[in-house]
Every structure is written in structure tokens, then in C-alpha cells.
T-cell receptor, first 112, second 115 residues
Framework: GNSVTQMEGPVTLSEEAFLTINCTYT??????LFWYVQYPGEGLQLLLK?????DKGSNKGFEATYRKETTSFHLEKGSVQVSDSAVYFC???????????FGKGTKLTVNP | EPEVTQTPSHQVTQMGQEVILRCVPI?????FYWYRQILGQKVEFLVS????????KSEIFDDQFSVERPDGSNFTLKIRSTKLEDSAMYFC?????????????FGPGTRLTVL
């Protein structure tokens, strides 16, 4: 079945450091790919998405490119801020199914 | 900006009791979902609901669970006889169209604690 694998956390960075959170997926066909973020004490918020190969999703300085050849959707940000501290979830959905399939989540802590 | 709301934010119950978790999806959305997140684990899909019936459910969603849209705004998840392992954060979500390519918007969650 479909699955998502994320790099294990936690990740701790200093402010203004470069961030990469790796995400790879297993799916038949062409899934849509998402990054959701969960701030402390809050629910899941969509950060960005891409619906076809080579699409780049971007939001709030975060980017991720849908790479079909490597089945990846890595999240990047050039300069993180303390306010980016949260748990980041990679997810996919596939036509014919209603559900989102999530990775385990990666906790990011950014120190001043 | 419209948002999904959930009540209560925290529910504590005794094992074997029935609980109902409530959600108000975004008003023009047609698809509704429940997910759960056991502490420290993945967010897991439970069920999707469209046109007043279940459109998909996971193996977790057994006979102890049911969903209902009792009126034009609420969407509920009922657990008939709670178990300790039902303790989790339960998230409601909605989307305007089928979730294959469309965004699902999540509520803040209800933390269920079963004692």
C-alpha cells in the first residue's frame, strides 16, 4: 500500500540555518504530495502541496519539489526562524482514495 | 478565514463509556474526515464521509465507531464503548472536493483520554 517515510527527528537548528527535512514515498500511480505543520498545542495546517511531477510547492519561505524519479518531496527553507519550531508532516493522497497517508512527523526546534 | 472547529478540546472518560466528538466543518465543503493521532505516533486516517454516507474507512474504524451528520453543520464521531487504546488526539477535516488532489483543512483536535 501507499506509505510515506520521513527523516527521523528531532532536528535542532540555530536561527538562520538551512533546513532540509527528507520525505520519500511509495505509491502506485501519481499521488498528490503535501507538507503539513503542527505548531505546539494546535492542529495540522497545510504548509504547501504539489499535485504532479516537477511541481514546486512553496509557502512562508518553505519549498518542496515533487521528484517522481526519486519518489521524494523534501522540505527546505533557506533561513529558519524561532517561530518555525513545530512538527512537520509529509503526506500523500491518491486519486480513488479519500485518505491522507502521513509520515511519522519531524520535530523541528529552532534556537535563537 | 473560515476554519474547522471541534468540541470539546479535551474529553476525559471512563473505559466502556460512550463518547461523541463534535466538529463543524467549513460551510461550503462537501467531504468530511476523521483522523487520530496516538501520542508520539503517526496521524492515521479513520473515515471519510460524503453525501451522508461513509465513502471510505480504515481497519481501525470498526463497529465501535460511527459517524453522523445530524444537521447541516455538525459532523460527529461516536465511540460506543471506549477502550484505553482509544486515547488519542482526534482531528476532523473537511475539503470542498475529493481529497485526491484537494486540500483537507483540519480542526484543532479533541484530546480524548480514556481512564
Amino acid at each position: 500500500g501507499n506509505s510515506v517515510t520521513q527523516m527521523e527527528g528531532p532536528v535542532t537548528l540555530s536561527e538562520e540555518a538551512f533546513l532540509t527535512i527528507n520525505c520519500t514515498y511509495t505509491a502506485t500511480g501519481y499521488p498528490s504530495l503535501f507538507w503539513y505543520v503542527q505548531y505546539p498545542g494546535e492542529g495540522l495546517q497545510l504548509l504547501l502541496k504539489a499535485t504532479k511531477a516537477d511541481d514546486k510547492g512553496s509557502n512562508k519561505g518553505f519549498e518542496a519539489t515533487y521528484r517522481k524519479e526519486t519518489t521524494s518531496f523534501h522540505l527546505e527553507k533557506g533561513s529558519v526562524q524561532v517561530s518555525d519550531s513545530a512538527v512537520y508532516f509529509c503526506a500523500l493522497s491518491q486519486g480513488g482514495s479519500e485518505k491522507l497517508v502521513f509520515g511519522k512527523g519531524t520535530k523541528l526546534t529552532v534556537n535563537p | 478565514e473560515p476554519e474547522v472547529t471541534q468540541t470539546p478540546s479535551h474529553q476525559v472518560t471512563q473505559m466502556g463509556q460512550e463518547v461523541i466528538l463534535r466538529c463543524v466543518p467549513i460551510s461550503n465543503h462537501l467531504y468530511f474526515y476523521w483522523y487520530r493521532q496516538i501520542l508520539g505516533q503517526k496521524v492515521e486516517f479513520l473515515v471519510s464521509f460524503y453525501n451522508n454516507e461513509i465513502s471510505e474507512k480504515s481497519e481501525i474504524f470498526d463497529d465501535q465507531f460511527s459517524v453522523e451528520r445530524p444537521d447541516g453543520s455538525n459532523f460527529t464521531l461516536k465511540i460506543r464503548s471506549t477502550k484505553l487504546e482509544d486515547s488519542a488526539m482526534y482531528f476532523c477535516a473537511s475539503s470542498p472536493r475529493t481529497g485526491g488532489t484537494d486540500t483537507q483543512y483540519f480542526g484543532p483536535g479533541t484530546r480524548l483520554t480514556v481512564l
